[in-house]
């Protein structure tokens, strides 16, 4: 047995971690237990079973293949027969269409949701929000949001859909999986792979957070470009967990899977944490986002929010994602004479957007932790009334300033996300959210305002006698 606690939900320090990104990592809860040169020798060491989960194609190339092999007491397939599950309240969608989902070029703002008071754990509570194509066409995404107050009990879920990254807003996750545990608190974001089990410890009680999936495709790091060979999340930063195991007896222990979109259940006796040793470089992996070097302009304008991606989900057109997970994270903001906050504009990509902590830069009001908003392909969107006027007012001679305390984050699709119907009837849809710009009043002047933009003529000056 290895060294960890026994109570996941009793646990409250890390576990060891292995580092990087993509590596072929190993690990070993019984020294020996990794059989050697081979992955699948007639008798594995501790009479262990050997068992492989593929997270691509067999043949996909080797640059994207993805699989991992498990060491176990006992083989994943000794279960009852999946049984579809009775749905206490169906709010998962993995296939969006019109008979599950509708879209709207509306600007959609929600308030955080309260935690219920009545027990609720992270699968119960889990809900989609929106999305865009099939889990069964291994193409599109959808995007979740989770409120719940309780531990997982005598049960473990595999989504067998596609991957999970989970962003907790309120309450840390203890996080068991097949390949060990990972201790994820608000600022962290936690990656799970699609077909991997896991069961989901509340420590601090009501707990929320949003989740993106991704189908058909995995997460990996942005190209750096013209930025280098550093910057932005570094590989080290990325923990993926130590072998973990229990050698547990649990009669009436159920996996929940969900398979597309809808959720099954299967009964068998035992943990499915009885992992003894893995190698492979199929694996979850947390990563605290205040590790995030962030680059950005030092002169003038504001760079497009693509600076500040952490990972990305591609499509198969070169450069486009399906998915960018992208943060707004403390940082200093320098510019001259430029308006610092996001610009005005309409984007063919989709725009959702979660607050974990603090103000976002674009929104002095309404824009609340916990809560969440949807600009869909071409809507205008950008700061508020309140948030330009202020702007405006300060001048064009703004200091450096710190942004500080705050953590934006975005998930940016170029497919047009269709709209779950429990969120539109929902009562935390701020249905007023437009009038954060009906404010925006003309300062046009034909004459020409000492508001109008560009370098003061001392700097053109200054440039011009170089
Ligand atoms: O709309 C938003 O708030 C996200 C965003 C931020 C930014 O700095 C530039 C463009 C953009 O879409
Ligand atoms: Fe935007």
């Known amino acids: 047995m290895s060294e960890q606690p026994q109570n996941a939900a009793a646990a409250t320090e890390e576990p060891e971690y292995q580092s990087g990104f993509g590596n072929h990592f190993s690990s070993e809860a019984r020294p020996g237990a990794l059989p050697r040169g081979q992955n699948s020798p007639l008798i594995c060491p501790f009479g262990l079973y050997a068992e492989q989960i593929s ?3 067999f043949t996909a190339p080797r640059k994207h293949n993805q699989r991992s092999w498990f060491y176990r007491i006992k083989p994943s397939v000794t279960h009852k027969p999946f049984d579809r599950r009775v749905p206490r309240h169906n709010r998962l969608v993995g296939e ?3 008979s599950t989902s509708s879209a709207t070029p509306t600007q959609l703002r929600w308030r955080p949701a309260d935690v219920p008071d009545s027990p609720v754990d992270f699968v119960d509570g889990l809900y989609t929000v929106c999305g865009a194509g099939s889990a069964f066409l291994r193409h599109g995404y959808a995007i979740h949001m ?3 107050n309780k531990s997982m009990d005598n049960c473990a879920f595999c989504n067998a859909d596609g991957d999970f990254l989970i962003v907790p807003q309120q309450g840390r996750l203890w996080i068991t999986t097949e390949c060990g545990r990972l201790f994820v608190s608000p600022g962290e974001i936690v990656v799970l792979p699609q077909g991997l089990r896991f069961l989901v410890d509340l420590p601090d009680g009501p707990s929320r957070g949003y ?3 991704v189908f058909g495709v995995h997460f990996q790091l942005p190209d750096l470009g013209p930025i280098g060979a550093n910057g932005l999340a570094a590989p080290r930063d990325f923990l993926v967990p130590t072998a973990w195991f229990e050698e547990k007896f649990h009669p009436g222990y159920t996996i929940v899977q969900k398979f597309g979109g809808d959720l099954f259940v299967a009964e068998q006796d035992f943990s499915p944490f009885n992992v003894v040793a893995w190698h492979g470089n199929y694996v979850p992996y947390k990563y605290d986002l205040n590790k995030f070097c962030p680059f950005n302009t030092v002169l003038i304008d504001h760079g497009d929010p693509s600076i500040n991606t952490v990972l990305t989900a591609p499509s198969d057109k070169p450069g486009i994602a399906l ?3 992208v943060i707004f994270p403390p940082r200093w903001l320098v510019s001259e004479h430029t308006f610092r906050p996001p610009y005005y504009h309409r984007n063919c990509m989709s725009e959702f957007m979660g607050l974990i902590y603090g103000v976002y830069d674009a929104k002095a009001d309404g824009f609340l ?3 969440a908003s949807l600009h869909s392909c071409m809507t205008p969107h950008g700061p508020d009334t309140k948030t330009f006027e202020a702007t405006i007012a300060h001048g064009k001679g703004a200091d450096p300033f710190r942004i500080k305390d705050t953590m934006a984050f975005m998930f940016e699709s170029y497919l047009i996300p269709r709209v779950c119907p429990w969120v539109l009837d929902s009562p935390y849809l701020d249905c007023d959210y437009y009038q954060c710009w009906i404010g925006l009043k003309s300062h ?23």
């Open 55 to 57: 997270g691509t194609s």
């Open 96 to 98: 969006f269409d019109r």
């Open 146 to 148: 989770y409120a719940a």
């Open 211 to 213: 989740v993106a999936e």
């Open 323 to 325: 998915l960018d997970f």
């Open 369 to 371: 932790p916990g809560g």
């Open 444 to 466: 046009f002047s034909s004459e020409g305002s000492d508001r109008t933009g560009g370098a003061p003529q001392v700097e053109i000056m200054a440039v011009k006698g170089d």
